[in-house]
């Protein structure tokens, strides 16, 4: 660490919470870009305390460490705290305590403001100091401050995310190698692209946690994990992404938040179908993306790698300048009058469908099956028949319907004594569909 | 405009220069979202007095207008100052005198900013004001605040991006259609998508000017415009874009702004082949993207419309938003260090090159062809030869070699006496290439 104090006025000590794979990629940021930071805050930061759960791990970087919160929380000579432990608690209560001292804080962590956000976004306002985040949702990409900064002449209608890196990486091999999805999964927990227990990320609850916080951040709204509709990939088959392809689709999981007519907001994380010339479509591998329509601005992408140490330390590290010059300007944090917006039931949202049904290869099913939807008012846009006789197989594509019709319509679909089984159904989100 | 001023502590006035493309979105936005606006500032924005050159012209949006420069320019009650007249003079002097004054500027001026931008920051910052220009780089693609503000943490290594609607529109036809130049920009100006005199966007001029705003961000540094090596896209044929595809390459125009080991930095617009899979190759039509690679966030990139009226005024309303939660909040600028860093002539780059020669086939051509390259230091990756006769050709992909060894090495080229003509060059931007 080069110090040149003549060339500073002042000294900013920032106090980590937490040296995993978050915190060790901050505090070799901060060490190693100590002088270009500096030259950018027009103040050094330096390393204060560094708190972890147990002082005798062994440690990749050389940084003193203890097991002390309260070197951090509330000290003395700590100017700005971040919090890289994840969790609610007790980062909830440590965060509040911080807040209410007058340290600004930085958090990467996407459970703790997609549940406690807002009572975090308050203690910070009412004690003048910053909360930033930017590290919650993507990872690396610049999302946050974009969204409540740059677009905040605009409105913004729809937000589609790709929000997480374990579930695209999956998605992408089986797309590209035909295959299914466990074998992949386990080949891509043996490679450390996905954890031991793959639930949060494949479950869709990774990505629920990010699509709750951007639904906030867009729609000026109070949007919790809990109001995030989450379905995951485990039931996404190679056929329905043979069938996607063959029809012009790549299958993603996407985090979908929208503002609707009636200023109600739906958020909901699914596999979708989505058309392979939207450019959300050809992002593979890890790497996370958001696609944002704006009235005014149009269509905007940001794309990056959205979890890892160093990535996501960046977005971190860039938080922290944000707060060390807003503390040095002296600046109150801008107050955003947030709504209270109403969340729109799944079931009432307007999406259009594939599904996949395993009929009798007899003269009338085709009908039968048509007269089904008709009776849910759902119009059917496109259908194929394939196969035989025990193998007869039914793909249709529905033209934008009601989601509580589909799903009335799919379960009288299994009433009928000609569809032996609904083998696979799932959303399509495709502009061209009104 | 729904005016309640119940709930509003204080209301700022926004004065405009210019009603023209940009600034009637601009007015229009203040208008439509005043509501939204007034939530995400705290305070009512109002537009203030509308300065146009001919105030008999008629206009599209409904707001009065004037062609006295002093009713917005250091007027008493304008609080910020929007620039959108475009061009040096006189928008130069009045945004000096304007920041003088105590008005924060946001303006769209790329041509000013990217020539005189150090000297209007200065005066900024000298007057604890801001002045703010995300429009004037991509129009509504926030890249500015992402690059100084998420980015400040990390570092950038090099910038790539597609900068100019009108050329990658015209390129993105060349490679769909297999069309020649020519009809394709008549085709774009008839449909207004290229101008009447269409030299700033195909020689390149107006990207070398995004790209010099560019590269002083992302490397702390004061590059111009003219320190911008600039070749358009007059150049590029059908048989080029043929050739990039058949060996796995699209044509883009790219501005790449990169900082060396050596601190120093290089400066370039012209058109690449860039590998197929490279993000930057899906971005189509009148798109503009930019890739910017970091050393610990990886790469990003940011897409979005780089040019229209509401587009590009969306942009600049999120600037006076910025300038009006600064004001508020009393913030001063944080000032930035900026290093004195060289220009790297384009001789010293390092680049790898696609050569199409016009040959006589006869024996031995490749081998004297061969050797000139080897005499330059210039080694040769592949090489095909094609046609017989008159009608031969050597295609040729070089290693990344010294760009001024390259250009000898052309030279060299033309002298022998079975090269006939150097039917086409062009540089090749791929990371697989060290
Ligand atoms: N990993 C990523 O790529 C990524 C990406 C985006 C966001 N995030 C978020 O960043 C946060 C940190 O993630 P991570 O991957 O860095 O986690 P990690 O590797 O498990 O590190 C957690 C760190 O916090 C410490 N810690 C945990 N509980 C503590 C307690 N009660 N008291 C004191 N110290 C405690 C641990 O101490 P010991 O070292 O002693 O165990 C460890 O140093 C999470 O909120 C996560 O969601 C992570
Ligand atoms: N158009 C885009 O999509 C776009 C995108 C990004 C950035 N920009 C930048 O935005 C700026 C404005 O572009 P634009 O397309 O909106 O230009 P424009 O349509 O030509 O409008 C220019 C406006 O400024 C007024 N004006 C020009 N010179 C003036 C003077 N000396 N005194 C008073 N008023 C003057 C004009 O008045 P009259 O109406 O009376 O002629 C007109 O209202 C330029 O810097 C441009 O580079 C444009």
Chains 1, 2 share one sequence.
Not at 32 to 47: F, K
Not at 77 to 99: C, K, N, Q, S, W
Not at 327 to 337: D, I, Q, T, Y
Request: charge should be negative; aromatic fraction near 4%; proline fraction near 3%.
């Amino acid at each position: 660490m080069a110090h040149d104090p003549s060339n500073t006025q002042r000294t900013l000590t920032v106090g980590l919470l937490g040296l995993g794979v978050v915190g060790s990629g901050v505090a070799t940021l901060l060490r190693d870009h100590a002088d270009e930071i500096a030259g950018r805050v027009g103040a050094r930061l330096e390393i204060g305390p560094v708190v972890v759960r147990d002082v005798n791990k062994s440690r990749d970087v050389d940084v003193a460490v203890t097991d002390d919160v309260s070197t951090v929380v509330g000290a003395e000579g700590v100017d700005i705290v971040v919090e890289v432990m994840g969790g609610i608690d007790p980062a909830r209560e440590l965060l509040t305590r911080a807040l209410k001292a007058g340290q600004s804080v930085v958090t990467a962590n996407k459970e703790l403001i997609s549940t406690h956000g807002a009572e975090l976004l308050t203690a910070a306002q009412e004690h003048s100091v910053r909360l930033e985040y930017e590290a919650a949702v993507a990872g690396a990409i610049p999302i946050i401050k974009p969204m409540r900064e740059s677009l905040a002449g605009d409105r913004v209608r729809k937000v589609l995310g790709i929000l997480n890196g374990t579930t695209n990486y999956i998605l992408t091999r089986m797309t590209e190698e035909g295959a299914e999805l466990a074998p992949v999964l386990a080949d891509a927990q043996a490679l450390g692209y996905a954890e031991a227990d793959p639930t949060a990320d494949v479950g869709g609850h990774d990505a629920a946690a990010k699509a709750a916080i951007l639904a906030s951040l867009a729609f000026d709204a109070h949007v919790v994990r809990d109001d995030v509709y989450t379905e995951g990939i485990m039931s996404v088959t190679a056929t329905d992404i043979a069938n996607a392809k063959r029809m012009g689709y790549v299958i993603k999981l996407l985090g979908i938040a929208e503002e609707h007519e009636d200023a109600s907001i739906g958020v909901r994380v699914h596999p979708a179908w989505i058309p392979t010339s939207h450019p959300l479509a050809s992002i593979r591998e890890a790497y996370n993306a958001i696609f944002v329509e704006a009235d005014a601005a149009g269509d905007l992408m940001f794309y990056g790698r959205g979890a890892g140490s160093l990535p996501t330390a960046s977005a971190v590290v860039g938080d922290v300048v944000t707060a060390a010059r807003a503390m040095l300007a002296g600046e109150r944090l801008p107050s955003v009058a947030v709504a209270d917006k109403p969340i729109r039931p799944v079931d009432e949202e307007i999406v259009q469908y594939y599904l996949l049904l395993d009929v009798a290869d007899e003269a009338g099913v085709l009908s039968r099956v048509a007269a089904t939807f008709g009776d849910h008012d759902v119009s059917i846009k496109s259908v194929w028949q394939e196969g035989e006789g025990d193998q007869a197989q039914l793909l249709l594509i529905t033209h934008a319907a009601r989601e509580g019709n589909v799903r009335a319509c799919v379960e009288a679909l299994k009433d009928l004594s000609d569809v032996n089984a609904i083998a696979s159904s799932m959303r399509v989100e495709d502009r061209r569909e009104g």
